[in-house]
């Protein structure tokens, strides 16, 4: 390792990382990919399963027609090419939780294939750059291809705690064995652990807008796996990789990678070589361990399953899948920049989930002044919730609230003081913006012209240096009194009528 932190930038210079990401996501299909096994979660140890699902001789499968179609759809989603017909493969290996002694997958004919996700553009080597910046400008995109997506079966999962014998023995729960699941592979365009992050980010949020899967990581419906390499920078071939699996969180990939990097520039800078391996990242200490030595693809002997046919997606059913496709969160957020004059980076908060940005479209489409909606957002929810640290899905101030406030701006009622006042108490008790503006009696802004005339004479009498000022041709004290009149009114008067009540007293 290098000793000081200038070791350490030469080293990083001297290096670039390569990395690809192999995601496995599981799809929410109601049975298994192919028997009619229920796919639950936390259903009792091995209660769902049955002769197909667990490999019992002669038992055949039977493709479910939605896994395909999710699949499909998901693949598209991520701009691949759809193969007409694609085969699926036995994948050999022996695992207790595997009692079939092969997994079906998908080999050389996958089902999809040259797909891509845009990330925005990596940080510069100097990290003056920031990724996740707020930097309300375009910021340019890089494409991460995707090799493939593929479709295969989950396996069972050994259970090596929890049990009274647990020290001894490791039990088996085959619940999830025949599971659906999509293999998503990119290719090694990954430059930076922060790339690898935002290309995950991008990825959930593809596959939860088309509602294939809920992504869920705790649960296993989402798992990634990391292949990471260095190389002298400038040089074409790919150093040895490292493999680092099952990792349960995108913050814990960008650590382990992090990690993983730092390590194989070490052994390098050592004069030592990187072994072709499997590591496990232990997140509690940072670091990741060797686990096995890695196994190369002709180790699993594949071969065409001989029970199944090959699959065949056609022209009809390709478009039938691409109708039932949402639109995705990079056109949304385009269209919404377009749509409500808002900034890119308030198109990107708003459509954090679909159903948040189906939320604020249907307010702002609701309301009188759409634009206006957008602005409330930006302006008034989205430094409270800062200020707060509370995320926007939890924000007390629903959309339909924004919309009904901006309504009442809109129509004169209250002012912009008021509104922020009421926002303050919505935050303050935690209610939505209609209630608390039931609770503090419907305020209105003054538009008693008698009250405001006593006012505007209290403040011009209050002045006489200001309006002699004015009187002899300054107009521009007008604004002074304006701000004088509504300070006295605390804020509840509107600034038209003081305006033009103003206007009409010193004529
Ligand atoms: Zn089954």
Redesign the pocket.
Known sequence: MPTTTADSIAAHTKYEPVIGLEVHVQLLTAT?I????STRFGAPPNS???????GMPGALPVLNKKVVEFATRAAMALQCRINETSIFARKNYFYPDLPKGYQISQYDKPLAEFGYIEIPAAKTAAGNQELRTENRELRTAKKIGITRVHLEEDAGKSLHEGFPDSDEKTAIDLNR??VPLIEIVSEPDIASPDEAYEYLTRLKEIILYTGVSDCNMEEGSLRCDANVSVRPRGRKEFGTKAEIKNVNSFRFIREALEYEIERQIGVLEAGGKITQETRLYNANEGKTYSMRSKEQAHDYRYFPEPDLLPLVVDETWKAEIARSLPELPEARRARMVKDYGITEYDAQVLTFSKSLADQFEEAAKAAKNPKRVANLVQSELMGRLKAKGVEIEHSPISMKGVAASADLVEAGTISGKMLKELYDLSFERGKDFPVVYEEEGRPQQSTDTSALEKMIDEVLAANPKQLEQYRAGKTTMLGFFVGQVMKASKGQASPQIVNELLAKKLS
């Open positions: 298994k192919f028997c009619s096994c769902n399963v049955c002769p197909v699902c667990l064995t025949g």
